[in-house]
C-alpha cells in the first residue's frame, strides 16, 4: 500500500481540473436538504461535509443513495488494531510464487521492458511489489474503496466501534483509551482526504466509483495505491484516456512513477532501494522482501 501524501501536496493542476469538475457554485442550486434524508444517517454528516468543501450537490446525494453503499463498523478496528510486524513476509519467498512471478515476466516482457527502459526500475523490482501487493493482481480487496474509505471517515467516535475491538482493547486505561480516540480521529481525518481523492479520481478517469475495489484501508488496483497517489503518480500508459490502476500497462508505470520520484535511480546501493522501497510500504521486512523476491526471479 502506498503512502498517501498530505492534500496540500497534490499538483495544483489537479486541483484546477477538480474546481471545474466540481465546483461552479453548484451550491446555488442546493436543495432545502430534504434529499439529505436518503442518505443513511451515518452518511449524512460526511455527505454534508463534502459538499461543504465543494463537491457537487446532486453527486454527493447519488452517491450516498447508491444501493451498494455500506457502513462497515470492522474498518476503523482493523485499522487500529493493525501490527505490520506480525505479517509474514515469508510467504512470498516460497517457490511457487517465484515461479508465477518469473512466468509474469515472461508473460509481459515487451511491457516490463518498455516501462523499464521509460523509468530506470528494473523489472523484477516492480513484478515483485506486484507479488507481494496483489499476488500479481489475483487479489484486488474483497470490499469497495468508497464503502472502506467513508465507514472509516466516519468512524471517529469510540463508542461507536468499541464492541468491534478485540478484547484487549475493552478494559483501557484512560490514558489508553485517549491515545486510542486520538489515533482514530487521525485515520479518520485521512481517510476523509483519501475519500476525497477517489471521488476525484473516479471521475476524472471516468470510472464508476462503485466498481473500484480496494484493500481493507482503501489502496486500489494492481499497484495498490491511495487514491491521493492515484492523483498525483498515476500514468495513462496506454493512451486510453483513462489512468485505470487495475490495467497492467498503467498500473506498473504508475508504480515506476511513483518509485523513481521517490529517488530509484541505477546503480543505488542496496540500503538506498529499501529506502525508496519503504516510501511503498512503510516497513523494512516489506521493502527486503521485495528485494530479495526481485533477487529470485530475476536468477534464472
Ligand atoms: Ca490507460
Known amino acids: 500500500m502506498t503512502r498517501s501524501i498530505p492534500a496540500k501536496m497534490v499538483f495544483p493542476a489537479i486541483s484546477a481540473i477538480f474546481l471545474s469538475l466540481f465546483f461552479f457554485g453548484h451550491q446555488v442550486a442546493a436543495q432545502d436538504g430534504t434529499a439529505f434524508q436518503k442518505i443513511p444517517t451515518v452518511f ?3 455527505a454534508r461535509q463534502l459538499v461543504a468543501d465543494g463537491f457537487e450537490e446532486s453527486k454527493i446525494i447519488a452517491l450516498f443513495t447508491n444501493d451498494e453503499l455500506k457502513f462497515d463498523n470492522r474498518i476503523m478496528p482493523r485499522k487500529i488494531t493493525h501490527d505490520e510486524t506480525k505479517l509474514h513476509y515469508d510467504i512470498f519467498l516460497q517457490k511457487r510464487r517465484i515461479k508465477r512471478a ?3 515476466i515472461q508473460n509481459n516482457r515487451q511491457l516490463l521492458n518498455a516501462i523499464e527502459k521509460q523509468y530506470g526500475i528494473p523489472k523484477e ?3 515483485a511489489i506486484l507479488l507481494v501487493e496483489t499476488d500479481l493482481g489475483r487479489y484486488l480487496g474483497s470490499g469497495l474503496a468508497f ?4 465507514s472509516m471517515a466516519v468512524a471517529d467516535d469510540f463508542e461507536r466501534i468499541k464492541a468491534y475491538l478485540p478484547s484487549s482493547y475493552q478494559n483501557m486505561s484512560k490514558k489508553e483509551r ?3 480516540e486520538k489515533r482514530m480521529k487521525n485515520k479518520a481525518t485521512w481517510a476523509y482526504s483519501e475519500l476525497k481523492s477517489l471521488i476525484i479520481y473516479s471521475s476524472l478517469n471516468n470510472i464508476d466509483i462503485f466498481s473500484i475495489r480496494g484493500s481493507i484501508f ?3 488496483g494492481l499497484c495498490q495505491f491511495m487514491p491521493s497517489n ?6 495513462d500508459y496506454d493512451k486510453d484516456g483513462k489512468v485505470d490502476l487495475f490495467s497492467p500497462g498503467d498500473a506498473l508505470a504508475s508504480m515506476a512513477n511513483y518509485l523513481q520520484f521517490y529517488g530509484w535511480k541505477p546503480n543505488l546501493r542496496k540500503k538506498n532501494q529499501i529506502k525508496v522501497i519503504k516510501h511503498y510500504n512503510h516497513s523494512t521486512p516489506y521493502a527486503k522482501t521485495v528485494l530479495e523476491v526481485a533477487r529470485k526471479v530475476k536468477q534464472i
Not at 492515484?230 to 500514468?235: E, Q, T
Open 230 to 235: 492515484a492523483l498525483r503518480f498515476g500514468v
Open 218 to 220: 482503501g489502496a486500489i
Open 125 to 127: 523490482v516492480k513484478v
Open 178 to 180: 485517549k491515545r486510542i
Open 147 to 150: 464503502n472502506t474509505l467513508a
Open 44 to 46: 449524512q454528516g460526511l
Open 102 to 104: 518469473k512466468q509474469y
